[in-house]
Nanobody, 115 residues
Framework: QVQLVESGGGLVQPGGSLRLSCTVS????????MGWYRQGPGNQREMVAR???????NYADSVRGRFTISSDNAKTTVYLQMNSLKPEDTGVYYC?????????WGQGIQVTVSS
């Protein structure tokens, strides 16, 4: 089994920044991709950013240029640096290991962007 624990969420004003962290433990395979997803009020869960074992990344159009996903060398921690936050970035952010279908999920962490 794989366990994921997120941290770093909270309340921030529009234009501010937050950094989310996700620590992965258990029966992990360092060849799996990892990513961040989010679910806003009344919305479906959507991909925010993913990082592949090659180091390649991809982002949702809505966050490209503002958010950056990275991982440590051991690929046991994945980060999401969020800059220039907007109210529409509000939601519960989930760390994912192994992909949307069949992958493992963290418990989710709240990010609220509001003045």
């Amino acid at each position: 089994q794989v366990q994921l624990v997120e941290s770093g969420g909270g309340l921030v004003q529009p234009g501010g920044s937050l950094r989310l962290s996700c620590t992965v433990s258990g029966s992990i395979n360092r060849d799996y991709l990892m990513g961040w997803y989010r679910q806003g009020p009344g919305n479906q869960r959507e991909m925010v950013a993913r990082i592949f074992t090659s180091g390649d990344t991809n982002y949702a159009d809505s966050v490209r240029g503002r958010f950056t996903i990275s991982s440590d060398n051991a690929k046991t921690t994945v980060y999401l640096q969020m800059n220039s936050l907007k109210p529409e970035d509000t939601g519960v952010y989930y760390c994912n290991y192994g992909g949307f279908v069949g992958g493992s999920w963290g418990q989710g962490i709240q990010v609220t962007v509001s003045s």
